[in-house]
């Protein structure tokens, strides 16, 4: 158990439709990243938040959006969902992800999102 | 832009055995981190073990070693004493250290046959 928990486990919804998936960061970790894992384009970064603000953007379409609370959990909002949105969402976090203090990330068990 | 490329899609080794899996990376930069995580069917993301760049000295954690050749921009994972146990999908990882964002390779899947 890495510390990090995500809700739900599964979701599975039809195309058009929102879904919002949760995540707990371990105990003092200030940092959250989210990934989305899929068959064709594998392991991708997407976002990350430090300790409430945006601080790296990856491959995230605009139809995706986050945001870190104060209480240190994140949120990933996916809206208009297609098929290809069909994935595994993962978050991880770590200690800092200040610049320059990179720390190594303890990833939660995933968000399998399944879109019909 | 950095990149990071493993090779073999898949191996194998016989339990007991040693086994190497091959990571090649691609970067500007000259501080950076090195990861491998594991991947089992259970689909749980495990950190395996970390090398920093600016260290000369392989990482290494119990049965888990890795071959850091910064030059060649390298960075394999020896597994000895292969158990049924270590079965998974193994990614080699590359962290921008300025952002903390991980680049992923495309993952190398590890049969351990008894």
């Known amino acids: 158990d890495s510390g990090v928990t995500q809700t739900p486990k599964h979701l599975i919804t039809a195309t058009g439709q929102r879904v919002t998936l949760r995540c707990s960061p371990r105990?003092?970790?200030?940092?959250v990243y989210w990934y989305q894992q899929s068959l064709d384009q594998g392991l991708q970064f997407l976002i990350q938040?430090?300790?409430?603000?945006?601080?790296a953007k990856g491959n995230i379409l605009e139809r995706f959006s986050a945001q870190q609370f104060p209480d240190l959990h994140s949120e990933l909002n996916l809206s208009s969902l297609e098929l290809g949105d069909s994935a595994l969402y993962f978050c991880?976090?770590?200690?800092?992800?200040?610049?320059?203090?990179?720390?190594?990330?303890?990833f939660g068990p995933g968000t399998r999102l399944t879109v019909t | 832009a950095q990149t990071v490329t493993q090779s073999q899609p898949e191996m194998s080794v016989q339990e007991a055995e040693t086994v190497t899996l091959s990571c090649t990376y691609d970067?500007?930069?000259?501080?950076?981190?090195l990861f491998w995580y594991k991947q089992p069917p259970s689909r749980q993301m495990i950190l395996v073990i970390r090398q920093e760049a600016y260290k000369q000295q392989n990482a290494t954690e119990n049965r888990f070693s890795v071959n850091f050749q910064k030059a060649a921009k390298s960075f394999s994972l020896k597994i000895s004493d292969s158990q049924l146990g270590d079965a998974a999908m193994y990614f080699c990882a590359y962290q921008v250290k300025s952002t903390g964002k991980l680049i992923f390779g495309q993952g190398t899947t590890l049969q351990v046959k008894p």
């Open positions: 970067t500007s930069e000259s501080d950076y981190y």
């Open positions: 938040y430090y300790n409430g603000e945006e601080r």
């Open positions: 991880a976090s770590s200690v800092d992800g200040d610049r320059g203090k990179s720390g190594e990330q303890y």
């Open positions: 105990s003092g970790d200030l940092s």
